[in-house]
């Protein structure tokens, strides 16, 4: 009796087990290998929906006119939709949506739309768009990250041909450092249509698409770090809801002119986000939005890609030169725009950008310092700490000359407008804020840390020569 008993116990466990195994291995199959839960199943219905969201936009033709934002827009936003889907069923890309893709984006030879839109590898790199005219300033970027603040992830350098960058400049930048790569963004794009060569910050939206790395922390040559990036996706919370960290410009206004008017004529009737909605731009008419020296993307996020294919037609050759840079500066709101005008969901860094540079003794109080240079500041995620500026370590490089800047105090940006500096423009890049207190780099002990970057600085040139004269 105690046997048949104990024998019935026994089946039971079994069975249970059996029953946690077989839920354990469907859930299991239902999550993507970065981790991240697959909403529902495939089936009929999804499919279904899928299947219709193409029709609709296989029966529409992409926007011929290169001021059709909004329209760009929309349709963007519904393929990010059917990416979304497609993602969130786990079903692979169909072939109809890649001759979407292609119709839609004409100049973009992407091989595998699957590897791109899929993005489940957890890889993270830095991408610099150089050109031989800049390779000093990249060189700077590149020691300063490697040999100060420890900065150990891979590098690419995105290019547009021999012609941007020579073999010299290119064989000189893969000897830099270890973990150096070339992406020759002419293997991935229609140069006619991308129009590169004339293109001064065109080709960063296609760098970032190209790119290999699925968390793509995008940097313009000049940009200096105070502390290492390698951890700005871990530190910001709402990169992991949106997928996109984006950076504040100086918050001044120009008399007599809006670029908020522009955004609300592409808007019509749609509302602004709440992102938009609540920012200074809109809320007091800001002059600028974003400062896209550091833009970061976790392109596993299925509404990225999408957007950055937006961003990327913004910057092709027509479109910008009929309609983007008729009313912006390069690409620099294009990130944003994109993700607004297709439903996407972004997230900005609170505070607007600050100057850093030395003090200018003749002006001020006691309580307010004032700062010119041609140096764009901007806080790391606590607020508190200088994260990165713009304008590189020369002392302007809108001018000629090698000199070094000199960089020991800093006036930042706050999140509200009565807490900005007062703005002045003075030419070739250079900037005035004052009327708040400067903060010496010494209070937040990155003195240190910019003292090592200088002595890297001093080093490049002869590197670089050194490297360039033994190829």
């Excluded at 169909?94 to 893709?101: A, G, K, T, Y």
Aim: hydrophobic share 40%; proline share 4%.
């Amino acid at each position: 009796m105690q046997y048949n008993s104990f024998m019935r116990y026994r089946a039971k466990l079994i069975a249970l087990g059996i029953v946690l195994l077989s839920l354990s291995l469907f859930l299991f199959s239902r999550l993507r290998d970065d981790g991240v839960r697959l909403l529902h199943p495939a089936d009929g219905a999804s499919s279904r929906a899928i299947d219709a969201a193409i029709n609709e936009l296989e029966r529409n033709l992409p926007p011929s006119d290169a001021s059709e934002f909004a329209q760009k827009g929309d349709r963007i936003a519904k393929l990010a939709d059917i990416v979304t889907l497609l993602r969130d069923h786990g079903i692979p890309i169909p072939e109809r949506f890649n001759s979407l893709v292609q119709r839609e984006f004409p100049w973009w030879t992407a091989s595998n739309l699957e590897t791109v839109f899929a993005q489940s590898t957890r890889n993270i790199g830095i991408v610099i768009c150089v050109g031989s005219k800049n390779i000093l300033t990249t060189g700077h970027l590149i020691l300063s990250l490697r040999n100060v603040l420890g900065y150990k992830l891979p590098i690419q350098i995105a290019y547009a041909g021999d012609d941007d960058l020579s073999n010299k400049d290119q064989a000189a930048l893969l000897n830099l450092s270890s973990e150096i790569e070339l992406l020759n963004l002419l293997h991935h794009f229609n140069q006619s249509v991308a129009g590169f060569q004339d293109g001064k910050y065109a080709m960063k939206p296609f760098a970032a698409i190209a790119s290999r790395f699925r968390m793509t922390i995008l940097v313009d040559a000049d940009v200096v770090f105070l502390k290492n990036p390698d951890t700005i996706f871990q530190e910001h919370d709402s990169v992991a809801t949106s997928g996109a960290l984006f950076y504040h410009d100086r918050a001044y206004k120009m008399e007599g002119k809006s670029r908020k008017a522009w955004v609300q004529s592409l808007l019509g009737k749609t509302p602004p986000s709440s992102t938009l909605q609540n920012s200074l731009f809109w809320k007091e008419d800001l002059w600028q939005e974003m400062e896209s020296g550091v833009v970061a993307f976790d392109k596993a996020h299925p509404r990225i890609v999408p957007s950055l294919l937006f961003s990327a037609w913004m910057n092709t050759k027509d479109v910008r030169e009929h309609e983007t840079y008729v009313h912006m500066l390069g690409d620099k709101e294009t990130y944003w725009l994109a993700t607004e005008l297709s439903k996407t969901f972004y997230y900005f860094q609170p505070e607007y950008a600050g100057l850093i540079g030395t003090v200018d003794s003749t002006a001020g109080t006691s309580l307010t310092s004032k700062i010119c240079s041609a140096h764009i500041l901007h806080m790391d995620h606590t607020g508190d700490t200088p994260f990165w500026f713009n304008g590189g370590l020369l002392l302007n490089k809108a001018l000629d000359g090698t000199e070094l800047a000199t960089l020991t105090h800093f006036i930042t940006g706050g999140t509200t407008m009565s807490d900005q500096p007062a703005w002045r423009y003075d030419g070739n890049e250079y900037w005035c804020a004052e009327g708040k207190p400067a903060i010496a780099l010494t209070e937040r002990k990155t003195d240190v840390v910019l003292g090592k970057i200088m002595q890297q600085a001093r080093k490049v040139e002869e590197v670089l020569a050194s490297e360039k004269g033994a190829t």
